[in-house]
């Protein structure tokens, strides 16, 4: 089978680097891709927005599968588009999607289906929002509504705060369009939990647990990013708890989602906040996370074209998904600056010696790109150095030894991930 995979990032790579173990894969391509995922797929310039540029080379081509990445082609409606043409393509329908792309329609979807999560409110004039915060006081949370790349949300633990947040947000237009609304919500309280499910609009399976390190500094300081981290699994994450998300979490959700007219297929992404009341919802996802997607698919045993043509053919409920009982840590190293202004077109070196050195270890990469035969930087988010150990403090260890054997200028990285399950 031929797969096109949609975008560049190191979900990408980590998805290529899963679908290249299957016997069932004859052939990847990647668009646009990144320095990393030209060693095992053909990269192909065609940028992941470009969704007639992409529904032409999977029709010339003739793409068996396509398996979107990035949350924009899948609020731009290229699975509607491709399956229009009569190509499979893997991810949720543009209504579906919007479950991530509306952080406003997510909150009344949850209050409806009696779906556990913050209280909130969405406002759509600064002033009202303002007025809001004046009269409720702090801590809260301000979100801009739309797609900000993990950055729309301020974590204000003061008034003065929350109100700059939605000045930022709503007058200064940082995040553009999606920030034309904003939600104001409650602050909740205790340790966060990724969890990734796969569903055929029917059955869901999760997989393992993770924790995302949203935070660029040590200590959960500075800015939210795309994500300078995760491992798997969540040590806090217990069978107990998984039940009963499950049941009260991602089984309302799809159900919720399909009774409004939004029947959702591929994978889901539920934030959650393990709260002293039970889990709650914080944001959703409409597709992988990144970077959970690559400490949790290197423990990930089972084929994963088995588990896209079960979910194709409505018959996830027959399968049983295989883990790895090891550990796994993914540190994001990032250009500095990064989640602010960063400089491109560094040189990376030591990938090579961390290849050699330890097969523990893989380095997906990101924000990186070839240029006349050297590796260089090319994003914010430039590598996710990812280990498997037989434990977290195993994984952390392997992870951080290579970390210290590649060099680019500026770099920067968390020195603390997986700390709270250390």
Known sequence: MRFLVVGGGGREHALIWKLSQSPKVTKIYCAPGNG?????????????????????????????????????????????KFRQQGLKAFGPSQKAAEIEGSKALAKELMFKYGIPTAQSEAFVDSKAAIDYINKTGAPCVVKADGLAAGKGVVVAMDVA?????????????????????????????????SILAFTDG??????????????AYDGDEGPNTGGMGAYSPALIYTKEIANKVQQTILEP?????????????????????????????????????????????????????????????????????????AATVCVVMAAGGYPGEY??????????????????????????????????????????????????????????????KINFSKKQYRKDIAYKAL
Not at 58 to 77: F, R, S, Y
């Open 36 to 80: 990393g995922t030209g060693d095992l797929a053909q990269n192909v310039s065609i940028q992941a927005d470009d969704i007639e540029g992409l529904l032409k080379f999977a029709l010339d081509e003739q793409i068996d599968w396509t398996i979107v990445g990035p949350e924009i082609p899948l609020m731009l409606g290229l699975t509607d």
């Open 161 to 193: 705060t929350a109100i700059a947040a939605v000045e930022m947000i709503m007058q200064d237009k940082v995040f553009g369009e999606s920030g034309n609304k904003v939600i104001i919500e409650e602050f909740l309280e205790g340790e966060e939990v």
């Open 202 to 215: 029917q059955s869901i399976l999760p997989m393992v647990s993770a924790q995302d390190h949203k935070r």
């Open 253 to 325: 959700t799809i159900k919720g989602l399909a009774a409004e007219g939004r029947a959702y297929t591929g994978v889901i992404y539920a934030g959650l906040m393990l709260t002293v009341e039970g889990p709650k919802v914080l944001e959703y996802n409409a597709r992988f996370g990144d970077p959970e997607t690559q400490p949790v698919l290197m423990r990930l045993e089972t084929d994963l074209v088995e588990v896209i043509e079960a979910i194709d053919k409505q018959e996830l409920h027959l399968l049983s998904l295989k883990w790895s009982p």
């Open 343 to 404: 400089g491109k077109g560094d040189a990376i070196t030591g990938l090579d010696k961390v290849a050699l050195e330890d097969s523990a270890v893989y380095v997906f990469q990101a924000g990186t790109k070839k240029e006349k035969g050297q590796l260089v930087t090319d994003g914010g988010r430039v590598l996710g150095v990812t280990a498997r150990g037989k434990d977290i403090k195993a994984a952390v260890a392997s992870a951080y030894k290579a970390v210290e």
